[in-house]
């Protein structure tokens, strides 16, 4: 149970001690600071001495009354944090902690024991699923023959051939993209980032932990806009990558309807990437209207200043949201890594009087609080698994196939598309080979 503020003698003591700040007061009591009664500022010897009982301060309390509040801390822990407990000497803690609890309480014994029950599930549905995404992408980086060539292709099947309704794709898209979203730990966020400052514990839990599942999220979004782009360049014919392309706009927006804007910004990179830009001809039979609307939407100019208020406008309808379907917000993943990047290294961890800055910490919770909101949506559609298996599994060509099969369908315009050709050309050679 923490401490209340210190005091020296009476509330004159606290006037003495606080100035105005704004339009609240800031009071310092020692080594800690607090602005509206709000923790801004403390060293971290003061946080301990703070917390941690001491010869002249112990909470007078029975522990029939203390366990209930630990119940409530280790619950809200395990449900905010739940990768902690992957460490076995984590969950060696918690289960001794619930043999404590059930000795002076039977009711909080048996709360520990349904929040135990369901940190196991949690841990055991990770667990699956970073198998199966595992699994997904080994089938995903086998090289069928048919993706060799573009002659050789007719063998593949394409995305119009497996759903032609962009409405129905959004949806699947939107189930990809919220499984993958419900697995990323919020402290992965900041374990992305290598933290150098001194609380960072090299040498304890934390030193650890991973990244994976934001990882694995990152590398769908490039596996999407790799998948546009090989759809776009696979067929041999224009009017059918001209279809294609049409395709995958009336998709995009669809999923910019739904408050899809990962997927949404993943199509656009897709469609802007080089070998498809340079495909004039096959351009110039799509109406790209509508293309423009969402490239504007998705602006990078003034910091993404468009997409932040379709995102602000989506968030607001989700808060007041009637239906599942309306309470869906999907990020562009990252732009808001690059967000919390910023505000990570833009912000001290430490003030100069060596204080550790609660205010970082604060907005850091916001930011990384309402993606912990958004991942909760329950996805409201039908699944098709043949969509789905589609999506995450079909191969896709590299970079380099890419270009090839792009120089195939529209033949180069200039020397430097010329040499990029025969060289592309003569390393695709070789690796048939198998020199």
């Known amino acids: 149970t923490p401490k209340k503020p210190p005091r020296k ?13 704004g339009h609240g007061i800031t009071a310092s009591y020692g080594e800690m ?30 522990f029939r009354e203390v366990a ?23 969950m060696r803690c918690l289960k001794d902690m619930t043999h404590h609890v059930a000795r002076g309480d039977e009711y909080s014994w048996r709360a520990m ?22 699994a997904l992408n080994t089938v995903a980086m086998e090289r069928p023959a048919s ?95 001209a279809r294609i392309i049409e395709f995958f706009i009336d998709v995009a927006q669809e999923c910019f309807n739904i408050g899809n804007f990962n997927s949404l910004m993943a199509i656009i990179t897709g469609m802007n990437m080089s070998p498809v830009a340079r495909l004039k001809k096959t351009w110039s039979k799509v109406n790209t209207d509508k293309f423009e609307i969402l490239e504007h939407q998705m602006d990078p100019s003034s910091n993404f200043s468009n997409y932040r208020t379709a995102l602000r406008g989506a968030t607001q309808r989700s808060e007041t949201a009637h239906s599942s379907q309306e309470k869906i917000v999907i990020p562009f993943f ?7 990047y910023f505000l990570n290294e833009g912000c001290a961890s430490r003030l100069p009087n ?54 195939e369908s529209e033949g180069p315009e200039n020397n430097m598309e010329k040499d990029s050709r025969r060289s592309l050309s003569c390393s695709s050679l070789l690796s048939n080979v198998n020199i």
């Open 147 to 241: 993706l060799k060539s573009k002659q050789a292709s007719g063998q593949r099947s394409d995305v119009l051939s497996v759903c032609d309704d962009p409405f129905v794709l959004a949806q699947q898209l939107t189930h990809i993209e919220l499984d993958r979203l419900s697995f990323i730990g919020p402290e992965e966020f900041i374990q992305t980032f290598a933290m150098k400052d001194p609380l960072e514990n090299h040498k304890g839990f934390f030193r650890k932990r991973k990244t994976s599942n934001l990882e694995a999220y990152v590398s769908w979004f490039n596996r999407l806009s790799y998948l546009v782009a090989t759809e776009i360049c696979m067929p041999v014919k224009k009017k059918h990558r």
């Open 354 to 407: 060596g204080h550790i800055n609660f205010e970082k910490l604060w907005e850091l919770a916001k930011q990384v609080s309402e993606f912990l909101v958004w991942r909760q949506v329950i996805c409201p559609f039908d699944r098709d698994r043949r969509i789905l298996q589609y999506l995450v599994t079909t191969p896709i060509f590299s970079e380099d196939e890419l270009h090839l099969a792009s120089y």
């Open 113 to 134: 024991q349904q929040m135990t029950q369901r940190l196991i599930k949690r841990l055991s549905a990770l667990g699956q699923y970073e198998e199966a995404v595992a």
């Open 68 to 90: 209930p509040k630990l119940v409530q801390l280790l619950t809200e822990w395990t449900e905010t944090f739940p990768y902690d407990f992957r460490d076995e000497r984590m």
């Open 334 to 340: 990252s732009l808001l890594i690059k967000d919390i």
């Open 33 to 62: 600071c607090y602005h509206d009664n709000s923790l801004v500022s403390a060293s971290l010897e003061a946080l301990i001495q703070h917390l941690v009982p001491t010869v002249d301060y112990y909470p007078d309390i029975r």
């Open 9 to 21: 003698t009476g509330e004159s003591s606290f006037l003495a001690n606080a100035r105005l700040y």
